[in-house]
């Protein structure tokens, strides 16, 4: 079973920035494309950024030059550095992997086949 695991949320104040980790188990993430997703409270999950299988990212435009996705195969952890955050960032943010590379370059939420249960991030002005 693949298992994904999020730390690395909390409280920043704006223009501050945050590192979250995305940790797999169960099996080496390699054949599957990432991707961390956000959603607020009322709103449906949104695509933040995507790493294809080849390791090319995606961003959406909202982050786009703000946030960087990366990973770190020998860890098997995927991460998301978020830096210039703004109030709007605030969310809990979600790791996803796909067997697709299609739905990662769209960040698409209903393409995504295993999910983390989320990490909170709060930006305070």
């Known amino acids: 079973e693949f298992q994904l695991v999020e730390s690395g949320g909390g409280a920043v104040q704006v223009g501050g920035s945050l590192t979250l980790s995305c940790e797999a188990s169960?099996?080496?993430?390699?054949?599957?494309?990432m991707a961390w997703f956000r959603q607020r409270p009322g709103e449906e999950r949104e695509g933040v950024a995507g790493?294809?299988?080849?390791?090319?990212?995606t961003y959406a435009d909202s982050v786009k030059g703000r946030f960087t996705i990366s990973k770190d195969d020998a860890k098997n952890t995927l991460y998301l550095q978020m830096d210039s955050l703004k109030p709007e960032d605030t969310a809990t943010y979600f790791c996803?992997?796909?067997?697709?590379?299609?739905?990662?370059?769209?960040?698409?939420?209903?393409?995504?086949?295993?999910w983390g249960k989320g990490a909170l991030v709060a930006v305070s002005s």
């Open positions: 996803a992997g796909a067997h697709l590379d299609i739905y990662c370059s769209t960040i698409f939420p209903l393409g995504m086949d295993y």
């Open positions: 169960g099996t080496t993430y390699s054949p599957y494309c």
């Open positions: 790493l294809l299988i080849g390791g090319s990212p």
